[in-house]
Structures are given as structure tokens and as C-alpha cells.
């Protein structure tokens, strides 16, 4: 995997760029800025991938959110996944307004279970979805007043959660401690309560679920 990395902290940078290299992974470009990021996305032939912390200087705002969607309006469904010390349901939108296609949004604390971390590169990089726990949470509480979400069960809000996350069935089962046939019957109902077509394909039922959720 090719990746062009963003993030102004030098040992943060540098751990994942050794976690990256020791996995086999190939880091084409590491920066520490809004500037240099857009110019390495721009530049850099179709890279599989680009880890970018949302706030970088000049000015750490959100520096690196606008160079990944400048990025991906050129290149679309160029993979992201953005990191970032803070949930902010803001910048999960103005991503998946961008195409929900290889997008993620995932707290830094995260980036210490490297198996968990390497995992979900992985599955953006293969143009899934990948929303942090409390950004979800954020995501659904918007969403709360909804007349639809309104009438999902506690239980099925929790599946949808897991959903949104990126979990398989058994995966879901295993975190609520059901079987998965009572998680198939809840994904089912939520699907039918929230009008989006059921699939057996995993990864669009994840991105059916954040469309929702980001409509």
C-alpha cells in the first residue's frame, strides 16, 4: 500500500510511518502541514491512501480536512481517513459530502491498538467506511429527532451503531453477546424502518447506513 501521511507531531508521525513500513506498507510522503499535504496528494501518483490529521498548521484548524476534499474533488474516491484528537461530526459530513466510498473518521487514541489500527486502514483502503464509536454516537444524537430513527428500538440503534462502525454480523453478535440470527432480524428491521434497501454485501450496507445518517 502507498501511503501519503499527515501529521504535525514528529513522534506520532514517525510511529506510524515505522507500523506502516514494518507491515510492508510503502509511505511516499510524510508532512507536517496543510500546504505540503495538498501539494503530496496532487503530485503523488494514485496513492492507495492518505492518513491526515484534521488539524495542521499554518493555522490548526482544519487544514487538513480541506486538503483531503480539495484532494478527492480531483481524484475522486481517493481514500481518506482522518484522525483527530476531537469528535466533530462537522468534519465526518464535509467528508462523506465527498463521496462515501474509502472514507474514515477516527480518534488518535485509536492509533494505539496498531492491530486495530492497521485493520482499519485495510478496509479504507479498499473503499470501505470506517467511523469512529464516538463520532457514530455524535452522528445518531443529530439525528435523534428524526421521525424515522425515532421509531428504532434501543437494541437496533445499537446494531445500527455497530453497522456504521464497519462490523460484520458475527462481529455485532459477539459485542452484544447475541446470536447472529437475532442480529440479522434486527438489521433487517432497521433497514426496513429507515426505508434503505437491504444487500448482502457488507460494505454497502455500512455505506446505506451513513448516508442516513449523513442526509
Given amino acids: ?29 510524510a508532512v507536517d502541514n496543510g500546504p505540503e499535504l495538498h501539494r503530496a496528494l496532487i503530485a503523488t501518483p494514485s496513492p492507495d491512501l492518505a492518513i491526515v490529521d484534521v488539524r495542521l498548521p499554518p493555522d490548526f484548524s482544519d487544514e487538513g480536512l480541506r486538503a483531503a476534499v480539495a484532494a478527492r474533488t480531483l481524484v475522486p474516491g481517493l481514500p481518506v481517513l482522518l484522525l483527530s484528537q476531537y469528535v466533530e461530526p462537522l468534519y465526518a459530513h464535509e467528508l462523506l459530502a465527498t463521496g462515501s466510498q474509502g472514507v474514515g473518521y477516527v480518534l488518535k487514541e485509536r492509533v494505539s491498538n496498531g492491530d486495530q489500527f492497521l485493520e482499519t486502514l485495510d478496509r479504507v483502503a479498499a473503499g470501505g467506511t470506517a467511523m469512529d464509536p464516538e463520532v457514530i454516537s455524535k452522528l445518531m444524537a443529530r439525528k435523534a429527532r428524526d421521525s424515522a430513527m425515532s421509531h428504532l428500538t434501543p437494541r437496533e440503534r445499537e446494531v445500527l451503531a455497530h453497522l456504521a462502525e464497519g462490523r460484520s454480523n458475527a462481529g455485532i453478535a459477539a459485542a452484544l453477546v447475541v446470536t447472529e440470527k437475532a442480529v440479522a432480524k434486527h438489521i433487517g428491521n432497521i433497514f426496513s424502518k429507515l426505508g434503505l434497501a437491504q444487500t448482502d454485501t457488507a460494505n454497502r450496507r455500512v455505506l446505506a447506513v451513513l448516508a442516513y445518517l449523513n442526509r
Fill in 1 to 29: 500500500m502507498r501511503v501519503v501521511l499527515a501529521e504535525d507531531h514528529f513522534l506520532l508521525r514517525d510511529g506510524m510511518t515505522r507500523l506502516l513500513q514494518s507491515y510492508g506498507h510503502e509511505v511516499v510522503a
